[in-house]
Nanobody, 121 residues
Framework: QVQLVESGGGLVQPGGSLRLSCAAS????????MGWYRQAPGKQRELVAD???????NYADSVKGRFAISRDNALNTVYLQMNSLRPEDTAVYYC???????????????WGQGTQVAVSS
């Protein structure tokens, strides 16, 4: 059973920084793309950033220049460094990964349980 476990959320003042981590565990043959999404109250879940197995990255326009996504394949972990945080970044942040559990199977998406990020003075 594959699990994604996020950590690193919390309360921070505007202009501050946080680093989110998401570790994948369980039976896995290969992890393909990994990413971070967020969902604010009353809004749809949106992509924040994602990263391929070859380290190509993609960011939402609202976070470009402020957030950085990275991954450590040896640890099956993806990170999101968030700088210059704004109140509008407040949301539950979810980790997502496309994971192939066996060589013979196609990858499917898995989600973490979410971690709350609150930006407020």
């Amino acid at each position: 059973q594959v699990q994604l476990v996020e950590s690193g959320g919390g309360l921070v003042q505007p202009g501050g920084s946080l680093r989110l981590s998401c570790a994948a565990s369980g039976r896995m043959f290969r992890i393909h793309a990994m990413g971070w999404y967020r969902q604010a109250p009353g809004k749809q879940r949106e992509l924040v950033a994602d990263i391929t197995s070859g380290d190509s990255t993609n960011y939402a326009d609202s976070v470009k220049g402020r957030f950085a996504i990275s991954r450590d394949n040896a640890l099956n972990t993806v990170y999101l460094q968030m700088n210059s945080l704004r109140p509008e970044d407040t949301a539950v942040y979810y980790c997502n990964a496309d994971i192939q559990t066996r060589r013979s199977q196609l990858p499917r998406g898995y989600w973490g349980q979410g971690t709350q990020v609150a930006v407020s003075s």
